[in-house]
C-alpha cells in the first residue's frame, strides 16, 4: 500500500511540474553540477532534477541500470564497461565540461612544498611511512595517508597515474567523498591526501608537484602531471543512436558546455573545456 501511494505522489508530481531529469556520479563533478543545476532550475522551473555524487563508477552503473539520465564522471570508462556495453548493445557517450588538476594536500603547518610522483608512489605503496623519510628536515612523525574509495574517478586516476600498476598500502585510510578528504587534512598537521582542484580550501595545502603547481595556467599547457579531463555520459542509445536535439536532456547538455555553463565551471574552482561568457 505504501509503495501504491508513493507512486501516486510521483505520479501527481509529474503532473504538476512536467519533465524529471535524474544526474548520478562523480563527486569531483559534483559541485560544478549543484551550480549547473541551479541556474539550469532558473531557466526551466517546472522541471524536477535530482542530483548525486556518489562516484564515477556509482554513475556508470546507474547508466546501465537505467536509473540516471546524465552520469557525470572524472575518468573516461574502464575497458570492462566499454566491452560490457557493447555486449548490451547500449552507447554511452562522452561529453567534455572541463579539466581539473588533482592536487595533493597537507595541513598548511607542514614545511613541505613540493613533493615528486616517485615520493608519492612510496607513501601510497607503504615504502615510505614518516615525514622525515621524505625531507630529513620534517618531523619524525607517521604519514596519515587517505584516498578516495574505490568508486572513486578520482582514485582511478591517481592510481593509474601515481601507482601504475603498484599495491596500495593497506595504511592508506579510504574515503567516501573529496570533503572528507579536506576535514580530515585540515585537522591533522601529519595527513596527506589528493582531491580535485575545486575542492582545495585556505584549510588545506596543495603541493606542487615535480615542481609544478596545480593551477589552472598549468593544466591548460598541459604541464601540470596529474590533471585530467571532466566528462558527463549519456546512453544514445535511448534516443535511437543518435544525437537527441530536443527535449529536456538535450535542454541541460546544451547549457553546460555554453558560455554560462562554462563560467559555472571556472566559478567552482575548475578549468573551462570551451570559451566562458566572460
Known sequence: MKKFFLLVLVFIALMMYGQTLVIKGSNTVYPIAQLWVEEFQKMYPNVIVTLEGAGSTTGIKALFNETTDIANSSRFLKPSEIEEMHKAGRYFVPILVAYDALSVIVHPSLPIDDISI??????????????NQVD??????AIVVYSRNTASGTFETFTEKILHGAKLSPRVQMLESSQAEIESVAKNPYAIAYTGMGYVTGKVKALKVNGVEPSVQNVIKGVYPISRPLFVFIDLSRFNNTWPMEGIVSD??????????QSIVKQAGFVPAYGTDE
Open 118 to 131: 616517485e615520493t608519492l608512489k612510496k607513501i601510497y605503496t607503504g615504502e615510505i611511512t614518516e615525514w
Open 136 to 141: 630529513p628536515k620534517l618531523p619524525k612523525r
Open 252 to 261: 541541460y547538455l546544451r547549457f553546460i558546455v555554453s558560455p554560462k555553463g
